[in-house]
């Protein structure tokens, strides 16, 4: 499955199985509890299939049916477009959720008349919250004659007329609003300046939107991020002009489901229902491979290799989640000493263990391990989430816990951070006053600026990328990336010699040769090991015979910082002079002025290639705006 | 798929639509034969045919339906 089919078809739950309709079918012709309805609502459901759980839903509240451990929520829903589709779809959703929803639907297209309370349609309820859905075809600016790129009446219009809607919903029913904010549309005017001119649709969506998130963001309103939603799934898929035409549908009926998903999430956020613990399994879910097999050197993690890269993006966006404050905890069948061995020594492991609140790798049912764990933090399975490669696993843990929540993933790891990211399963509705401030719109625009002025000069632009080198000795960790690194390094690469892994491996541990590898970490993130010195004792000087860089940190000056660490090291082993060749080839351009730049005499021209030479002993170190650490 | 399969396959997907079991369908039916056939059911109806065929109805042909009999026909040659 596409990672779009995936969002579209909201692959995180569990398909139906064939007789699906017909159990369902079975349990509307008699009452059911709210196991039952939650069994249903947690595989992923299609028009037919939500709109009987929903009669089902609807039936059992109406007899008041005791449905604990489902809690009641009354949603009022009022809509400039015709949103009685997506009602069904609500209603079953919110079941997953650990909601029993009623809905109260205001007439079709009556938004301001239902704020001002003229149609009476709300009265005697006692609404828990209101979800006011606006489209842009369903802001009062349709018939004004815009002027394009002057005048800011078409865009005051819209946002007060929804600020309106909002504040005297709030007022009038005492219930907080989920305001959306506005789907872009892909009806361009002017083509890519349209965001650009005012009072084009793109231009005023985008300040309606930007309006909307700043606006609600001191307000006990919830935001409902439509316009990112649409982003996701995709424009052309979200809008249906047929559809439209046909019902003032506002969004193709495909999306629907995803749609009550995401209002579903913000109802659970609210009654605090969110998830908070994310159980993962080792093997092939954090690292590639088998660690009781592959051992540390063998598994797939970090720079170098696609399949290392995707594990290390998704252990990036679990170290993310761990610092917005998700709790993380290990379930893997492993020996515990070996599970953890990455978490310890492997240097490419983003994930250490002080960010594992418990870890269990035994040989023990993975099932009994999430209860111990929900023991241990004294939490309910209903915050769980577990995330495992392994689908017999999930359909374990799915069936003997079903509170807990289990997604099916995609089978290619480059794709779990964004799975995990679809299933929305750690909404949060508030966050922290210091987060607040942060994203204040004046904040931003004056780090804009700031960021823009300060990147004119370099050496201000290298300080604040907050660089940090890490060198050590080529070992048996970094053996592999730096063999490849020597393999496929062509621009910055003095010498072009492609030593292979026996050659590197063999100077390991050799007096006779001093072999320098270098990790750079900046704010951008980690970048791996990224340059790779060599050099061979000859008499009382150091022979440089590989020097190379990967081409992602070039203009770092991490090579001044290197030729640093080089003397300072042959300093320390008695060596008087540290001799440089560069070898032309068609695409080492780059580093034709290296030696010189750093310092180097010229000596002598060899064969086509230059020869330089640097004094230990009468050598400044350069200043170089990076953090460095020896490893 | 021939026509039997067809008739077969549109029928369940009426029945699941009106949730009625016993539901059968005849070519000169029309919208105004079934009490809960209103412009809600219709939408569902499309949609869900939509997605069981794979299929997309263009505007022209949903509107010029006018029975049951029109909507397999063109049902039929969307799928040929």
Request: hydrophobic share 40%.
């Amino acid at each position: 499955m596409s990672i779009n089919n995936y969002l579209l078809n909201m692959g995180w739950l569990s398909s139906p199985s064939e007789n699906f309709s017909k159990q369902l079918k079975s349990f509307s012709k008699r009452e059911c509890t709210a196991a039952e309805i939650q069994f249903f609502a947690r595989h992923s459901l299609n028009i037919n299939t939500y709109s009987k759980l929903a009669k089902i839903i609807n039936e059992a509240i109406k007899r008041k049916d005791d449905l604990s451990p489902l809690i009641n929520f009354n949603l009022a829903v009022v809509s400039s477009a015709t949103i009685s589709f997506i009602i069904p779809a609500l209603v079953s959703t919110a079941a997953r959720y650990g909601i029993a929803l009623t809905v109260h639907e205001a007439p079709y297209n009556q938004v301001m008349q239902t704020a001002l309370g003229h149609n009476n349609c709300f009265s005697g309820l006692k609404l828990d919250a209101i979800l006011v859905f606006v489209d842009y075809e369903g802001l009062p600016i349709q018939n004004i004659e815009k002027k394009y790129g002057e005048g800011d009446e078409v865009f005051d219009v819209a946002i007060n007329y929804l600020l309106q809607v909002k504040d005297n919903l709030k007022s009038r029913y005492n219930a907080p609003c989920i305001i959306n904010t506005i789907p872009q549309t892909t009806e361009n005017l002017f083509g890519s300046i349209d965001a650009q001119v005012s009072n084009t649709p793109r231009n005023l969506i985008q300040r309606i939107n930007t309006e909307l998130v700043v606006g609600l963001n001191d307000s006990d309103n919830l935001l409902l991020d439509l316009a990112s939603l649409a982003e996701n799934v995709g424009l052309s898929i979200w809008h249906d002009p047929i559809m439209y035409n046909l019902a003032k549908l506002p969004f193709s009926q495909q999306v629907v489901p995803l749609f009550a998903d995401h209002v579903c999430r913000l109802l659970a956020a609210l009654r605090g229902k969110s998830r908070r613990v994310l159980v993962l399994d080792l093997d092939n879910t954090l690292w590639g491979g088998v660690i009781g097999d592959d051992g540390i050197n063998g598994i797939k993690i970090g720079h170098g290799s696609a399949l290392g890269e995707a594990y290390l993006s998704f252990q990036q966006y679990v170290l993310k989640l761990h610092e917005r404050g998700i709790v993380l905890a290990i379930s893997s069948k492993n020996n515990d000493k070996i599970a953890r061995s990455p978490f310890i020594s492997h240097e490419d492991m983003v994930l250490k263990e002080n960010h594992i609140s418990v870890f269990r790798a035994n040989w023990e049912n993975k099932a009994t391990n999430i209860i111990k764990i929900a023991d241990e933090l004294n939490l309910g399975l209903d915050s769980f989430v577990f995330f495992d490669d392994n689908p017999a696993e999930r359909k374990l843990v799915r069936e003997q816990l079903p509170d807990v929540f289990v997604p099916e993933i995609p089978t290619d790891p480059a794709f779990y951070a964004s799975a995990l990211a679809a299933a929305g399963l750690f909404e949060a509705v508030y966050f922290s006053h210091e987060d607040k401030i942060r994203i204040n719109s004046y904040a931003d625009n004056r780090r804009r600026k700031e960021l823009r002025e300060s990147s004119l000069d370099m050496n201000e632009y290298l300080k604040k990328l907050n660089m940090t080198a890490t060198y050590s000795l080529v070992n048996n960790d970094g053996l592999k990336r730096v063999v490849q690194l020597i393999s496929k390094t062509n621009q910055f690469n003095l010498t072009t010699k492609r030593f292979s892994e026996q050659e590197v491996s063999s100077r390991m541990d050799n007096d006779k040769y001093f072999s320098l590898q270098i990790r750079l970490e900046d704010s951008f993130g980690d970048n791996g090991l990224v340059s790779v010195v060599m050099c061979e004792k000859n008499h009382s000087n150091w022979e440089i015979d590989l020097w190379i860089m990967s081409c992602r940190v070039i203009g770092r000056d991490l090579e001044f910082s290197a030729i640093n660490e080089i003397v300072r090291e042959a300093n320390k082993k008695g060596i008087s002079n540290i001799i440089g060749r560069f070898i032309p080839t068609e695409r080492n351009e780059l580093v034709k002025g290296h030696y010189k730049k750093l310092g180097f005499e010229f000596v002598k021209d060899d064969d086509g290639a230059s020869v330089w030479k640097l004094d230990v002993n009468n050598y400044n170190q350069h200043n170089v705006p990076l953090k460095v650490i020896h490893n | 798929m021939d026509n039997n399969e067809i008739m077969r396959k549109v029928t369940t997907i009426f029945q699941e639509v009106f949730d009625d079991d016993e539901m059968s369908i005849s070519p000169e039916m029309t919208a105004s034969d079934v009490d809960s056939w209103d412009s809600l059911t219709h939408i569902r109806l499309i949609i869900s045919h939509e997605l069981a065929f794979n299929i997309r109805f263009d505007t022209t042909e949903i509107s010029e339906l006018e029975n049951v009999n029109d909507f397999i026909v063109l049902l039929k040659q969307k799928i040929s």
